[in-house]
């Protein structure tokens, strides 16, 4: 009897066998592929399958974002439509400045700064005398940029340092678009050269974690999540400990923002903080604030800064409805600098602070 018949029948079955093989880990590959990193899985098994990676977008560079942006700041009209118009009158008497008084207050500004602006503007236009559009504007325009104060420090800290990623946390109730920001921030350090690790410590809301992977697949920066409803300190942990092993320049935090239970938010942002020290310092904490809500983000604000440090704030919803004092009473209020700014719905909308910028759009929405 013949070998070779049952020679070729081993062969075709070890090709079958073979092929099966391939097959289910391809299949396996892609249920596991793309930046879903679970609180357990190094940065090295996150790789997507090859010939099914998300094609990464390349996010424009933020410098000059500001100025690209301004037609859409110049949208935020509270501060700055009518000002030219009433200290331009021919006679500015009482009832003038009562007017610009009310303007002021409703654009945010608080009553502080309001008082301050006044007075400054009511002593340069009598020892001046300036009267032209172009005389007012030009006072308007310097005190209005001593307000928001052009002198603060607003660079983020997102360099490696001491062999070490930068750590970011950024805070805030739900509904500000922290998540969002997160994933734009994102971008904005990727487009400045950096490596990002973005960690999806909020789990109790579903939808954050998933929206938050899909920032970092357009972009390619590993996402380090858990399972929902699990320790958000363990997933910050663990994203600083695979930014750590990765080499990371920058590792940036979500967290939860469940102010209806204060208590137990403002324990739980303690924790992370406190866990994530272990590993490495927390450079920089972001606080999100809905620029629409006015004077009521203060009151948020307030409730944060009682737990950590903030940093710096993040207005959101810039270019809608927002009065533009907001920034002025943000910072007056809790002596910390706005550093980014929220100017629009597309994922390059997100931009770095530039008071000139700001100040010259306002009045730019006054004509």
Not at 20 to 41: E, H, M, Y
Request: glycine letters at 10%.
């Amino acid at each position: 009897m013949s070998l070779t018949p049952i020679l070729l029948g081993a062969l075709a079955l070890l090709v079958l066998l073979v092929a099966g093989v391939a097959i289910w880990a391809t299949s396996s590959s892609r249920r596991n592929r793309g930046v879903a990193v679970s609180s357990t899985t190094p940065l090295a098994e996150v790789e997507p399958a090859p010939g099914d990676e998300v094609p990464l977008e390349l996010p424009e560079p933020s410098a000059g974002r500001m100025h690209r942006l301004r037609s859409r700041l110049a949208r935020s009209q509270g501060l700055g439509s009518g000002l030219l118009a009433l200290l331009s009158r021919d006679v500015i008497d009482a009832a003038t400045w009562t007017e610009v008084e009310e303007a002021l207050l409703s654009a945010d500004l608080g009553v502080g700064p309001t008082q301050e602006l006044l007075a400054a503007l009511h002593t340069r236009v009598r020892v001046d005398a300036v009267r032209t559009p172009g005389e007012v504007r030009a006072i308007l325009r310097d005190e209005l940029l001593t307000l928001v104060n052009p002198t603060l420090d607003r660079t983020i800290s997102s360099t490696r340092h001491d062999e070490l990623p930068a750590v970011i946390l950024v805070v805030g109730v739900n509904g500000t678009g922290k998540t969002t920001t997160v994933g734009k921030l994102a971008r904005v350090l990727i487009a400045d050269g950096h490596n990002v690790v973005l960690a999806a410590a909020d789990t109790f809301r579903a939808a954050a974690a998933d929206q938050l992977q899909t920032w970092g697949e357009r972009v390619g920066a590993s996402v380090v999540r858990g399972p929902e409803g699990g320790d958000p300190a363990a997933v910050a942990f663990d994203a600083v400990r695979a930014g750590i092993d990765a080499g990371a320049d920058a590792v940036i935090i979500d967290t939860a923002g469940r102010l209806h239970t204060k208590v137990g938010l403002m324990d739980e942002l303690g924790k992370v903080k406190r866990i994530v020290e272990r590993q490495a310092s927390i450079d920089e904490v972001l606080l999100v604030l809905d620029a629409t809500t006015g004077q009521n983000g203060l009151v948020q604000a307030r409730v944060f800064a009682e737990v950590v440090k903030v940093t710096g704030i993040v207005l959101t919803k810039l270019d809608g409805t927002a009065k533009g004092g907001i920034v002025v009473a943000v910072q007056r209020e809790l002596g910390i600098p706005v550093k980014l700014v929220g100017l629009g719905e597309g994922a390059d909308d997100l931009a770095p602070f530039d008071a000139a910028e700001f100040v010259d759009a306002l009045l730019t929405a006054a004509n």
